[in-house]
């Protein structure tokens, strides 16, 4: 499998498709080992990258991730297929607002890596999938570096992307229902730990 993820890490970097950094990764992994996470939903796909090294975390790790970009999908489904990953992970292909999952399945950790403008949508609907005591992961909050520095930013597409991740961010820190750590970590992550029990 070393072989197909570098493969794929290349892949990415010719074709410019955004994945996961190695840092980041590496933490989720340890994090999904150590709090015995069975059960993953990935928001985001891309080529399949992440769901792969998250699904081959533990050996009863699930991983459902979606994406709404048919080429990506197609690729990711080509590499989860590779991977021998096709009974660990369910890929689905929808935009992550539109999806209407099964209310039955909890999952004990969510991954936030979409359109980095939506984060507090995507928070507010997948909150309600999540076991007690689960946890989302934001990745991207650092954006490059970018975050904090708004004001600076001439882009207007950037300046507005990057307000909206500003945003998000002030929106972890005021949720009540949620303790928010920040890690440093590759370009910037959150883990938000669901604090009590759903109404």
Do not use: W
Request: proline letters at 1%; aromatic letters at 12%.
């Amino acid at each position: 499998m070393k072989e197909k993820i570098l493969e794929m890490e290349n892949y990415a970097q010719e074709k410019n498709v955004p994945i996961v950094e190695k840092k980041t990764i590496a933490f989720i992994m340890k994090y999904i080992k150590e709090n015995n996470i069975k059960n993953v939903l990935e928001i985001g796909s891309a080529i399949g990258y992440s769901a792969i090294l998250m699904a081959s975390a533990g050996e009863n790790v699930f991983v459902t991730t979606i994406e709404r970009d048919e080429e990506r999908y197609m690729e990711c489904l080509k590499n989860v297929k590779s991977c021998g990953m096709d009974k660990k992970i369910n890929v689905v292909f929808q935009d992550a607002l539109e999806v209407n999952l099964s209310e039955e399945v909890k999952y004990d950790l969510i991954f936030i890596d979409a359109a980095k403008a939506q984060n507090i949508k995507f928070f507010e609907k997948y909150k309600y999938f999540l076991k007690d005591s689960g946890t989302i992961i934001t990745d991207n909050l650092k954006f490059h570096g970018y975050v904090g520095k708004s004001e600076d930013i001439e882009s207007k597409n950037l300046k507005s992307l990057v307000s909206k991740i500003e945003e998000y961010i002030n929106f972890l820190k005021e949720n009540t229902e949620f303790d928010t750590k920040f890690y440093d970590i590759g370009d910037g992550i959150s883990v938000s730990v669901f604090k009590h029990e759903k109404e």
